[in-house]
């Protein structure tokens, strides 16, 4: 299949994106929910932010305080025994998650060509309540009608969530509450009802039995889902065979509706595929990739906060023509060509 990357490739990074306070640094700009509005390429970026640190005996924690509605920084000293601090993103305390060393939040870049975006100065969504105290991560965007539905992983030390607000003019927004209750990611709403019902990929994390895959429901109203059904598993020895999950919102073909997801091996490299689904139903899956139609081959894919990551955040398309924003490297975004026929033509 062939692949054209822009040649400004990463389109975004951490250094194009000003840190909403002085004494933060920006580490990631990276998995933005992507749409067009009003002339305009729209980027919702998720911003990694975390607090300067020149004191290599402490571990800076950066926590939203919702009873002071401000964020705080928590201060631990790197030998506590208590916690392990091995992970750079995360610290844990007795084998569970704790704290993350960053926080997220939403912020919009634009563009005319797709090409040169430039980055709002301030946030679009920033961590407000006791659901997203730790951040506001990995958004996605569906347009139906006149509104923009943004959906996003909430989180907080109750787990992670996926939580919606909605929009029509990115200025004013109106929010909706936590839509699929943790452990649960990778939410992708379809942009239209099929038989008179709204549906959505989700992709929850069993803790017990079962397995990170990708899961589908329904809803009247976009806001209450139900009838929840698995839809896509793991591949045992395959390129998908650790973890999978949506990525861009699904797009309506003559075949089906076309979803481009992530899939990661066992030792967490995350490449691209396809699978059709049924347009009348789609808990039916057509076909799927055999093999990654994208995988992580460049020093911006294989190099970065945590490497070997490219991860389909939106896809915008014009006849032939996929354009597809993606995440490398958990660090930044960047853009694909792909021939719509060729990644139908892939599918088995």
């Known amino acids: 299949m062939k692949i054209y990357r822009y040649e400004e490739n990463p389109v975004i990074t951490p250094k194009d994106v000003r840190p909403h306070r002085e004494d933060f640094e920006v580490i990631g700009a990276f998995n933005a929910g992507i749409t067009e509005y009003d002339g305009e390429i729209i980027m919702l970026l998720r911003v990694a932010e975390r ?72 946030p679009f969504l920033y961590p407000s309540n006791e659901l997203d105290m730790f951040g506001v991560e990995d958004p996605r965007i569906t347009k139906i009608g006149d509104t923009y539905y943004i959906y996003f992983s909430a989180v907080s030390s109750m787990g992670v969530g996926e939580s919606l607000v909605s929009t029509k003019d990115w200025i004013q927004i109106e929010r909706h509450g936590m839509i699929f209750a943790p452990e649960n ?82 030792d967490n490299r995350y490449c691209m595929g396809a699978v059709l689904l049924d347009l009348q139903d789609p808990t039916k899956v057509i076909a799927r990739s055999r093999q990654p139609f994208l995988e992580p081959e460049t020093d911006y894919e294989t190099k970065g906060f945590f490497g070997d990551v490219v991860f389909s955040c939106g896809a915008l398309v014009e006849g032939d023509v996929v354009r597809m924003y993606y995440g490398v490297a958990d660090t930044s975004m960047a853009c694909a060509e792909l021939s719509l026929q060729e990644i139908l033509d892939s599918l088995v």
């Open 51 to 122: 607090p300067i640190n020149k004191n290599p005996n402490l571990v800076k924690v950066p926590i939203y305080n919702i009873e002071q509605g401000s964020l705080e920084i928590m201060e631990l000293n790197a030998d506590n025994k208590d916690y392990d601090f091995t992970d750079p993103r995360s610290i844990l305390k007795h084998n569970k998650y704790k704290y993350l060393t960053s926080i997220s939040y939403l912020r919009i870049a634009r563009s005319k060509d797709g090409r040169n975006f430039t980055v709002d100065n301030d």
């Open 185 to 266: 990611k990778d939410v992708l709403i379809f942009p239209e009802r099929i038989n008179g019902k709204y549906y959505a990929l989700h992709r929850p994390v069993p803790k017990s039995f079962g397995a990170p895959e990708i899961w589908i429901a329904e809803s009247g109203n976009l806001l209450y889902w139900g009838n929840h059904k698995p839809l896509l598993g793991l591949r045992e020895g395959q390129w998908d065979d650790g973890r999978i999950g949506g990525g861009a919102v699904p797009i309506k073909t003559d075949k089906g509706w076309l979803e481009l997801y992530h899939g990661a091996s066992k």
